[in-house]
């Protein structure tokens, strides 16, 4: 299994990353590989200064080794040898009108001393970060979540969507703001082996959820990267982006694991939009569009 999802997350990185070179237009992924000293490595990919895209990267990463201590803690087990490979992206447009994106799919296992496979899940997802609501944007790129998850759910008698959307306004909720940090999306982790789904179903849907993003985002990019839009409307956004790196050093599990494995920090990093703001005590004009966004990320919202 572990070598048959890695070889599906090469091939999605070709597909997302060939996409978005041709949305801009201009700007092309730079292609860095890394090698992890206690094992594995990856394929970093990140695009710069483009014509549509400020900053993205869509990286993948293949690791093994000894399971560190601070994640046998976490996962409440002794000494283990582990493999973890995923796919991880996070796009930062340069216009305000066109939301921020973010998606990861990734497979995991625990060995134990005889190298037998004793546990081992999948876990992803995909949510939407806008500066501006356009609720055409957020009902099209919810529903696509639904279909990709709708084709699973009838063969197994379980609605993955409403479950995975509820899981994602979960995880993305900057609880120190007491915000979310998007509109959402999916999110699922842990998804083992049980009586009614196997191994194999599970690659079935996260690799469905996977060739879903294109559909789901390329499509908003090509409607709002034209939209013209004020400094203010920049400064907004860079406020805003505030929030999302606040989100991606305090919470965010994926960056814990990164940097708790020694993953390679340049990779880890590049989630982190190239210009940001905080503004003391900041709050938008009462009746703007910037309150409107404020407001709609109070609480989760169905948008289906």
């Known amino acids: 299994m572990k070598d048959k999802f890695y070889q599906y997350i090469l091939q999605l990185q070709n597909q997302i990353t060939s996409a978005l070179e041709a949305v801009d237009g201009v700007a092309k992924f730079r292609e860095d590989i890394w090698q992890r000293p206690e094992g594995g490595g990856g394929r970093t990919r ?31 087990v002794g000494e283990a040898d582990f493999f973890a490979c995923g796919l991880s992206l996070v796009i930062h447009p340069k216009s305000p009108m066109v ?19 004793i546990n081992s899940w999948f ?32 063969s197994f008698g379980t609605d993955f969507y409403p479950k995975y959307k509820k899981q994602c306004d ?15 999306g999916l999110f699922f982790d842990y998804c083992k082996a049980t009586e009614s789904m196997s ?6 849907f996260v690799t469905e959820v996977g060739n879903s993003f294109c559909e789901a985002y390329v499509p908003i990019v090509e409607r709002r990267k034209t939209l013209s839009y004020t400094p203010e409307q920049k400064t907004w956004q860079e406020i ?31 989630s982190l939009p190239p210009q940001v703001q905080w503004v003391y005590d900041h709050h938008p004009e009462i ?18």
């Open 46 to 76: 990140v695009m710069e200064n483009g014509n549509v895209f400020e900053k993205g990267g869509v990286n993948i990463s293949a690791v093994h080794g000894k399971l560190p201590e601070t994640m046998r803690q976490l996962f409440n």
């Open 99 to 117: 939301p921020t994106v973010h998606a990861n799919w990734r497979y995991f296992e625990m060995y134990d001393d005889n190298g037998n496979v």
């Open 123 to 154: 876990g992803g997802g995909q949510d939407l970060t806008p500066y501006y609501l356009f609720e055409e944007d957020a009902k099209h790129f919810h529903q696509t979540c639904k279909n990709a998850c709708d084709k699973h759910s009838r």
């Open 170 to 184: 979960a995880y993305f909720w900057n609880a120190h703001r007491n915000e979310a940090r998007g509109i959402g």
């Open 199 to 204: 191994m194999e179903d599970w690659y079935n």
């Open 240 to 270: 805003r982006r505030g929030r999302y790196v606040e989100f991606n050093l305090v919470h965010d599990k994926g960056t814990l694991f990164g940097l708790k494995t020694n993953g390679r920090i340049e990779s880890i990093l590049m």
């Open 287 to 304: 009746g703007s569009e910037e309150e409107k966004l404020v407001k709609i990320l109070e609480k989760p919202i169905d948008w289906i």
